[in-house]
DNA sequence: TGACATTCATACCGGTTGGTAGGTATAACA
DNA sequence: TGTTATACCTACCAACCGGTATGAATGTCA
């Protein structure tokens, strides 16, 4: 029993190893520039141990989206705002902790959901729905939270929340992908700074 | 002479064809996933009359942003706001109008600056500078026709035009993203409905 | 008319890609 | 102990990629 719990373990740990690299190599250089050969190099893990696990790129790019990008966004973007009474706050708070904890090279690649989506979203409609389901959680929780928010008084009732969280995700990706091309930490935060004015302008 | 005009213009042709194909190509597949070999026979031009006028993909590339791109926001974001008085009210007709001049290939192809941008910024110093000159000459004139608007008493002396202009950037180019991966022209329209709202926030 | 440059057209090249075939080492189980 | 399944590993493959070498029309001009 012992022995199957490890080899479990094993087994999970060389999957995962392929999972975050390619992860690191979908980032870099997008899905399709991403090679399955620089995968491998970047480990000690072979082929024939990739597609053990994914039986094509596409599957293992499937499960890129799936287990780990879907995680990072709600770890980060939706499970602390649901806990907070007071979502204009939390929303803040979220935004200045993500620009703090973000490195020149994480601005350069950008935000790996957006990058998925603007590549991959025209030519394969498994990534699409996939990173849909993501973006969805994502404006529900926004909704979620916002509408708490009118509840308790902290957001004007005047707000559609459909239309916010549609434009608060909107404005966030789209302030990454101009500090990404303008490799610019400084339009990040200049853009960051734009969007709080907007949360405020929300205030009940 | 006659001829040579003659010639001039055929020669111009040639190399606007495949400026043109190319541009189609990578607006559906992106830089990186254009064959060279789709542009050619999208065309009657063969790969010898296309290496005649480029001398690789990415000059190639290169041309599409400064040629193409680099003119269509000018024509359709630019120079219009430019001309008004008011630029709140002028930039709510040309969103509107934007709204319903696209149809839904557009949509599931997204805005090509911004596909290029996401794709090749980290991975290419030349496209990035050039979709940055894009970027730089759209926020400067938005800019340009905000300071104009507070001077009329249209725009509140408040707003920071610099910050403005980015986020107005930031989130057009953020709609068209989700919208490209919603594939929903509803989702589209409904996102610019509250980007127009945060417009409205801004006047006099 | 002959020399030269432009504008292509065709055939080919080395390199890389995602993917596969076939074998092996190890562990689980009867 | 023999059987079977899992978890790899190595070598290889056809397809496609961007790019090039060579040459043929065609036009330009002295």
Redesign the pocket.
């Known amino acids: 029993m012992s ?2 719990a490890r ?1 479990t373990v ?2 999970l740990a ?2 995962q190893v392929i999972l975050e690299a390619a992860y690191e190599e979908i980032h870099a250089h997008g899905f399709q520039g ?5 995968i491998l190099s970047s480990t000690n ?5 990739l ?2 696990y994914f ?4 599957e293992l790019g499937y499960a890129v989206v799936d287990e780990i990008l879907s995680e990072h966004i709600q770890q980060m973007w939706i499970h602390p705002l649901l806990e907070a009474e007071d979502p204009i706050t939390a929303f803040k708070k979220i935004i200045m902790q993500a620009g703090n904890e973000i490195t020149e090279d994480d601005i350069q690649c950008g935000c790996p959901l957006n990058n998925l989506a603007q590549e991959m979203a025209p030519k394969d409609e498994g990534f699409r729905s996939r990173v849909e389901a993501v973006y969805r959680a994502w404006r529900k929780g926004i909704e979620k939270a916002f509408l708490k928010g009118q509840e308790n008084g902290f957001v004007s009732k005047d707000v559609n929340v459909v239309s916010v969280a549609t434009m608060i995700v909107a404005s966030l990706e789209g302030c990454m992908g101009l500090a990404k091309n303008a490799q610019s930490k400084k339009v990040l935060t200049q853009c960051g700074r734009s969007i709080v004015d907007y949360l405020e302008s929300l205030r009940a």
Request: no cysteine.
């Open positions: 022995s199957t080899d094993q087994q060389t999957r991403a090679s399955l050969s620089k893990v072979t082929k024939g141990a597609y053990h039986p094509t790129k596409l």
